[in-house]
């Protein structure tokens, strides 16, 4: 699967950054990386 | 940033993604501790998110030690949440949106999520979303709960997609189910 990470309260690290596709301030940003 | 290949469907978790439920829990930590003369460091609190119900016990007994009472502390903060979530429950930005392009694009999309079912249900029909997913997966729905990857898979059981690698996870968190590659 593509993991696309949005933190919250827990700050992603660097290892969760390496691991996912991406990390996204919000959904909308999510929004523009699906569209695309 | 684009997908590294386009999707075919799409899971969601649900507190901290799609509501504003992690800062609600936050608070009623805060105010349930404080009501009871405990001292609850935010560090402390933000280590348990993302844990599993035994974890986050272990984390609170170890910090309170001996004659804490973890099982009655807990239901004084779930009381306290339910309530914060009548006057409080807000939708993150960009859920709408999201969810009109997943229409727009005929994706088919899952919540994967640790709350309970009421839980789930109570959030959606509070925003007018309970027919905005083809399935839903919350605790009781497989064996081994966040941080996990157990909820994603059984959300891509029912959504009938084929899941591959799925990583675990603590942080608020989408996956897109590839669409398999063509023959």
């Given at each position: ?26 959904l ?9 | ?23 609600l ?10 009501a ?20 986050t ?13 973890f ?16 006057s ?22 899952a ?35 966040k ?18 690698h799925?990583?675990?996870w ?14």
């Amino acid at each position: 699967m593509m993991t696309i990470m949005v933190p919250d309260l827990l700050v992603a690290t660097a290892e969760m950054e390496k691991l996912c596709i991406c990390v996204a301030q919000d959904l909308h940003e999510v929004c523009k990386i699906m569209e695309t | 940033m684009t997908l590294p290949r386009k999707a075919c469907a799409v899971i969601f978790d649900m507190d901290g993604l799609m509501f504003d439920t992690e800062s609600l829990y936050r608070d009623a930590i805060i105010t349930t501790a404080s009501a009871s003369g405990l001292d609850t460091p935010l560090p402390l609190i933000l280590s348990t998110i993302g844990l599993s119900g035994e974890a986050t016990r272990a984390v609170y007994d170890g910090h309170f030690g001996q004659g804490f009472d973890f099982d009655m502390f807990w239901t004084a903060v779930s009381k306290q949440f339910y309530e914060l979530t009548k006057s409080q429950l807000r939708l993150k930005a960009g859920v709408g949106e999201l969810l009109d392009a997943l229409d727009d694009a005929r994706l088919p999309r899952a919540i994967a999520t640790s709350s309970r079912h009421e839980d789930v249900r109570h959030h959606l029909a509070a925003h007018g979303l309970l027919d905005r997913f083809q399935a839903i997966v919350a605790r009781g729905d497989y064996s081994r709960g966040k941080p996990n990857p157990d909820p994603f898979l059984a959300a891509a059981e029912r959504l009938q997609v084929e899941p591959g690698h799925v990583l675990p996870w603590r942080i608020p968190t989408m996956v897109c189910v590839p669409r398999p590659a063509q023959v």
